[in-house]
């Protein structure tokens, strides 16, 4: 397996304009975490899903923050308008949860918002 | 609720020595999961190595090895021989075995290997 796969690695955007960040879990497994990285607060959970379902969102720090999962292949986290406070660094992770629970992270994007 | 305490922030150990990096969780779960994390300069997060909860064998991959005390609710990394290429972060996590449980971070130690 290639791993959890995220794209683009890095993303510039100007202020007010919308951003998708994407996601490919590992096939297979059936949780997925969104998280946030910036020097100021360290990694942060911001949404996870179960099979698919939202289970907590409540590390979404606003409503301009937004994710999806259609289906058990692909996640995306949207950003509607950006704002250059949102700059950092956005992990996804996959896991599975059954006999033998480990949780993978891709590459992450680095979002600079300018 | 999860939480997950790292109390050292920075800690430096010479090449070829052995140093232990501190971790302290607490979940109302009975059986749940424990990761460390490397995270090099490149950003990647790298699995260490996993313990399970309910086995009371403490894990070990090749120079990485951990104690495990779950009554006291520690998890500690010990890295044996340390290489230049341990310099990082390094990440303590939780991950609780039920549908809702969540993975939760600690807020990391980064670690300096000097000659």
């Known amino acids: 397996d290639a791993g959890v796969i995220q794209s683009p690695r890095h993303e510039v955007t100007e202020m007010g304009q919308e951003v998708t960040l994407r996601c490919k879990p590992i096939?297979?497994?059936?949780?997925l975490f969104w998280y946030r990285q910036t020097m100021m607060r360290g990694l942060e959970l911001l949404i996870y899903?179960?099979?698919?379902?939202?289970?907590?969102d409540s590390g979404m720090p606003e409503d301009r923050f937004s994710a999806k999962m259609p289906n058990a292949s692909f996640s995306t986290l949207k950003i509607q308008p950006s704002e250059p406070r949102d700059s950092a660094v956005y992990f996804c992770?996959?896991?599975?949860?059954?006999?033998?629970?480990?949780?993978?992270f891709g590459q992450g994007t680095r979002l600079t918002v300018v | 609720a999860q939480t997950v305490t790292q109390s050292q922030p920075e800690m430096s150990v010479q090449e070829a020595e052995t140093v232990t990096l501190s971790c302290t969780y607490d979940?109302?779960?009975?059986?749940?999961?424990l990761f460390w994390y490397k995270q090099p300069p490149s950003r990647q997060m790298i699995l260490v190595i996993r313990?399970?909860?309910?086995?009371?064998q403490n894990a070990t991959e090749n120079r990485f090895s951990v104690n495990f005390q779950k009554a006291a609710k520690s998890f500690s990394l010990k890295i044996s021989d340390s290489q230049l290429g341990d310099t990082a972060m390094y990440f303590c996590?939780?991950?609780?075995?039920?549908?809702?449980?969540?993975?939760?971070f600690g807020t990391g130690t980064r670690l300096q290997v000097t000659l």
């Open positions: 992770a996959s896991s599975f949860r059954g006999a033998r629970t480990e949780a993978f």
């Open positions: 096939s297979g497994h059936n949780s």
């Open positions: 979940t109302s779960e009975n059986n749940y999961y």
């Open positions: 996590a939780l991950l609780g075995t039920g549908t809702a449980s969540k993975l939760t």
């Open positions: 313990q399970e909860a309910y086995k009371q």
């Open positions: 899903f179960n099979n698919n379902v939202p289970i907590d």
